[in-house]
């Protein structure tokens, strides 16, 4: 299980993130939402410790991530994805995968990112990279250069590349931005086949409400680096606040807060909830 403990950052005078408890539990997908400058990017910062806290923890199974490097925490099995600093470009699609399962095997099969030795388990590694290349829709691809891939590839082999590191825990931060049209349901497929493994938790950053409605099982929003509501998708997408925040009903009617909130700045793609 994953779990922060008062996570706090400040910048400054700015508390980003504000003593945020939460725990995420194996075999769910929980979508963070907020109003834009809520403290969720910055959440997924410093869980996966691409910035360092001011206070609090992060814990894995237990163990305090808190003091690790962000490659530290990837190797104890928080994989981000799209940070798109892991691909080797100027090797091939299959190459890169190859590496990752093969950095990842425990025991004699642990020989690091060595590209070039011959292993007796070579036929294993490239099996396993295969049948990952094909689950991410990249197997007709295995050949071709990184560095020549469509972007939308590119964040595919990413998430291959996850998963051949074994991850535990799959950081999603707006997973289809920037794709077009016919990228964007790859990514979206990719992510429901992860759902599909109850080993695995899923942390998703997704303004589009109707993509939260589909994937998430639970549902947390962050305001002001606060964490003001967390529970199953249909009650915190009815809750006074996430209304207020990104639907735009007012507080006089929902009468139940005393701070007023951004409008609305998640996009409720078709229409719903309008
Ligand atoms: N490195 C930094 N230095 C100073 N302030 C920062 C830094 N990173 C984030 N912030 C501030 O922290 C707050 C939270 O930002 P963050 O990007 O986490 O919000 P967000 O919820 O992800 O927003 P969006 O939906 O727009 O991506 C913002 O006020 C932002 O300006």
């Known amino acids: 299980m994953l779990a922060t403990k008062d996570l706090t950052i400040r910048f400054g005078g700015h508390v980003a993130v504000n003593s945020v408890t939460c725990a995420f539990q194996p075999g769910t997908l929980t979508a963070i939402v907020g109003p834009n400058g809520a403290g969720k990017t910055t959440y997924f910062n410093l869980i ?20 690790l490097s962000a490659a530290q925490r990837t190797r104890a099995g928080l994989g981000r994805a799209f940070q798109l600093t892991n691909l080797f470009p100027k090797l091939t699609v299959l190459e890169n995968v190859r590496l990752a399962v093969q950095a990842a095997r425990d025991g004699d099969h642990r020989r690091g990112f060595n590209l070039w030795s011959i292993w007796s388990d070579h036929k294993q590694l490239l099996e396993r990279a295969d049948e990952i290349l094909e689950t991410v829709a990249l197997g007709d691809k295995e050949d071709e250069l990184v560095a020549n891939l469509p972007h939308g590839d590119q964040r595919k082999l990413e ?28 990514i979206l497929n990719l992510i429901r086949k992860l759902k599909a493994d109850a080993s695995k938790t899923i942390l998703l950053v997704e303004h589009k409400m109707d993509v939260v409605r589909e994937l998430a099982d639970r549902i947390i929003v962050l305001h002001n680096g606060t964490l003001v509501a967390d529970g199953k998708p249909a009650e915190v997408i009815a809750s006074p606040i996430v209304q207020e925040a990104y639907l735009g009903v007012s507080a006089d009617r929902t009468g139940e807060r005393e701070v007023p909130l951004p409008r609305p700045e998640l996009r409720v793609v078709n229409g719903s909830g309008k």
Do not use: C, I, W, Y
């Open 159 to 186: 998430v291959a590349l996850l998963m051949a590191l074994d991850a535990q825990v799959f950081m999603f931060d707006e997973p289809t931005a920037g794709m077009n049209a016919a990228e964007a349901p790859v």
């Open 48 to 67: 996966s410790g691409q910035l360092k806290a001011s206070a609090g923890q992060v814990t894995l199974d237990g163990r305090d991530l808190s003091g």
